[in-house]
Every structure is written in C-alpha cells, then in structure tokens.
C-alpha cells in the first residue's frame, strides 16, 4: 500500500503565498508523474500542475508564473509554491501521484490520491 500525506494549505490574503507539499510512502519502486488538482466548491477535480520524474513540468493556464511545482525523488515528495495567490485559487488541494510497486511479484503502476489540504484565499 501507498499513502500520500499533503500539508502546507491555510488561510491566506489575496496576493500572499502558500507552500504545500506532499509526502508518498509505503510500497514504493519508483515514482512516475506527481501532480496536484484544485477542487473548487461546486466544481470538479482540475489539474493544476504535473511534474515528471524527470522534471518536466506542466501548468494550468490560471496559475502559469504564479506556481511552481517541484520534487525530491529521494523523499518521494512533491512541492508546490503559490504564489500571488489569489480568491479564485481558493479550493481543496489534493496529490496525485502515479507510482511503480512490486503486486504479486509483477511491477504494476497505479495512481492515488492524498486526503486533500484547504486552501482559502480572502479578498
């Protein structure tokens, strides 16, 4: 079993920043893509960023030079810095990760999901 534990989310005026990160353990080979996707109340589950193994990222127009997602491969960890934060980005954040584990002695890659982190931002 995989767990992915989030923090850093909270309360924030408009134009402030927040840092959330995003610890994986448990039965881990590798991990592929790392992600975070903003839930707005209402509205449904939106990519924010992506992160390869790699590096490579990937960005929501809504948060381009406002955000940016980084990793520590070797503590499974995905970050992600808010900046300039504002109202609309109010919403609970949740991880993605996609990773590689030994099932039944065959290499599978499945997805999961951390238990999300609130972030309001006031006007």
């Known amino acids: 079993q995989v767990e992915l534990v989030e923090s850093g989310g909270g309360l924030v005026e408009a134009g402030g920043s927040l840092r959330l990160s995003c610890a994986a353990s448990?039965?881990?080979?590798?991990?592929?893509?790392m992600g975070w996707y903003r839930q707005a109340p209402g509205k449904a589950r939106d990519l924010v960023a992506v992160?390869?193994?790699?590096?490579?990222?990937n960005y929501a127009d809504s948060v381009k030079g406002r955000y940016t997602i980084s990793r520590d491969n070797t503590k499974n960890t995905v970050y992600m810095q808010m900046n300039s934060l504002k109202p609309e980005d109010t919403g609970v954040y949740y991880c993605?990760?996609?990773?590689?584990?030994?099932?039944?002695?065959?290499?599978?890659?499945?997805?999961?999901w951390g238990q999300g982190t609130q972030v309001t931002v006031s006007s």
């Open positions: 993605n990760a996609e990773v590689v584990s030994w099932i039944w002695g065959i290499q599978r890659t499945r997805g999961y």
């Open positions: 448990g039965s881990i080979l590798r991990i592929n893509a």
């Open positions: 992160i390869t193994s790699g590096g490579t990222t």
